[in-house]
């Protein structure tokens, strides 16, 4: 995927006829100022420094580590759920009873298993290096972060049973604003139609992959509508052909020969923020106030997962609240709402998790 990152007007320069006179305009000296005149108006698009998408991946290994470590994970899996929860974990109900709205940041930063961690973490590499270094941290890190709060928003709306951890809502959010990244800033693609071809063939795998169990597609629908949207507000560019005045040289002043930004892109620079503040208002009024939307929408969960002859989607979001005194351990299934009291034996971890399975099958 190619593109044009020329900022100016290229401009030809056209050597007079030989005489025997040498012009002073094609004297070594002269040469050399117009080929750095040309340069300065070919001065490509800023490159950062990707420090930012670095730090998150970090950030996302060391978290994941200290919930192992705190848990005594994989030795103790039966509490890795509690743990996760504690640390910060998507739970509708305590972001519905007890308003921690804040939840649906940290989620983000937390993982359920190695493959899980690696996989987001290789994906998050793959794809805001080259974001980071084109844009920048600060519109970048402000993409990853709304865009993963939009991914929790959205799956709190639907999934209101178990728990929910993981950067894939904002790892969408990427894969949304590369898409419309692309369009609003058409004109300085080269191989434009090859390059939407591959990135929608890639969004629709990603996607696809959603409708297996024990994968909370909601979070990357949210995630990815997100991004989309922002791209639109963060990412737009400089229309193909537009004259940065300030990389004029000195004592050259030359008027652009088009505007900054074509029409369109205001339009859909103005249309995504208001569809972002009007959407996530009306999301977290929903969510805070109880409703599920599952019972307004007969067919939604089938975007979620799609049941086969070779998997059941009601097996999934299966999580316990408990809470023990000595031996007695009060167990509570967050799908049913089923509540029972069961002695534990000696081997307490490994029978805590079956019990819960019990009761919420």
Known sequence: MGRDRREGLEIKVV????????????????????????????RPFKLWFPWLVPAIVVANIVLF????????CPKNSAHCSARLEQMGALDVTMVIHNHEVWRLFTCIWLHAGVFHVLANMLSLI??????????????????YMISGFGGSLLSSLFNRAGISVGASGALFGLLGAMLSELLTNWTIYANKFAALLTLIFIIAINLAVGILPHVDNFAHLGGFTSGFLLGFVFLIR?????????????????????????PYQYVLWITSLVLLIAGYTVGLVVLLRGTDLNKHCSWCHYLSCIPTSLWSCKSQNVYCQSSQIGKQMNLTCIANGRTEMYKLGSDNQSQIQELCSQLCS
Do not use: C, D
């Open 15 to 42: 050597n007079p006829p030989t005489t025997n006179n040498v012009p002073v305009e094609t004297s070594p000296a002269n040469r050399r100022r117009r080929q750095r005149t040309s340069f300065a108006e070919f």
């Open 65 to 72: 580590a200290v919930s192992m470590f705190i848990n005594n």
């Open 126 to 143: 793959f794809i805001g290096i080259r974001l980071e270094q084109e844009f920048g941290f600060v519109r970048i890190g402000l993409l």
């Open 238 to 262: 400089p229309q193909y052909g537009y004259f940065n005045q300030r990389n004029n040289p000195r004592g050259f002043a030359a008027p652009s020969a088009k505007s900054k930004h074509k």
